[in-house]
T-cell receptor, first 113, second 115 residues
């Protein structure tokens, strides 16, 4: 079985401040980890993924995420938040060699001007 | 290149009625997935097609749900008869890569409201 936990329903951050959206996962075997973003009335868009290699992965719109195997975490980060980053963010995990993707409950990010 | 398209964007039906949702994946994508999100909860996996074959339908809630992908192109998801708890947003996604490392490309979703 595989699962994802996003402990925060909502994260509020002031524009220009760094942001972190938390994600922890549980999976047997090697995890493939993903972040997706959903803007209002839109589908989910891929942001970044960790498959193997460097624990710090960089993605679209200046976002990055750090894979921490010992803590089974994959937190999403950005050094300086923009109002346009306000959206719903989903963390997801896939087991190596397995097609099914499991998503978290989502975290609403609100960037305050 | 056209993305994943879903129809209808919103459907309001009464309990007991039938609804059919359609998904057109990105051309050339063999993998097609259906997911559902109930308000405030996680996006739950329903099933996965590889071309026209159901690879994994472990997430289908019950036999009121029927998914097809004839010819390996577009897919339909029929709910018959609909119940109140079927309300939610149904997402379709497709991917090209056969391995587990590729990202999914999502449609905008079909919002189903059962009254």
């Amino acid at each position: 079985a595989q699962s994802v936990a996003q402990p925060e329903d909502q994260v509020n951050v002031a524009e220009g401040n760094p942001l972190t959206v938390k994600c922890t996962y549980s999976v047997s075997g090697n995890p493939y980890l993903f972040w997706y973003v959903q803007y209002p009335n839109r589908g989910l868009q891929f942001l970044l993924k960790y498959i193997t290699g460097d624990n710090l992965v960089k993605g679209s719109y200046g976002f990055e995420a750090e894979f921490n195997k010992s803590q089974t975490s994959f937190h999403l980060k950005k050094p300086s938040a923009l109002v346009s980053d306000s959206a719903l963010y989903f963390c997801a995990v896939r087991r190596g060699g397995y097609q099914k993707v499991t998503f978290g409950t989502g975290t609403k990010l609100q960037v305050i001007p | 290149e056209a993305g994943v398209t879903q129809f209808p964007s919103h459907s309001v039906i009464e309990k007991g009625q039938t609804v059919t949702l359609r998904c057109d994946p990105i051309s050339g994508h063999d993998n097609l997935y259906w997911y559902r999100r109930v308000m405030g909860k996680e996006i739950k996996f329903l099933l996965h097609f590889v071309k026209e074959s159901k690879q994994d339908e472990s997430g289908m809630p019950n036999n009121r749900f029927l998914a097809e992908r004839t010819g390996g192109t577009y897919s339909t998801l029929k709910v018959q008869p609909a119940e109140l708890e079927d309300s939610g947003v149904y997402f379709c996604a497709s991917s090209q890569e056969s391995g587990a490392t590729g990202e999914l490309f999502f449609g905008e979703g079909s919002r189903l409201t059962v009254l």
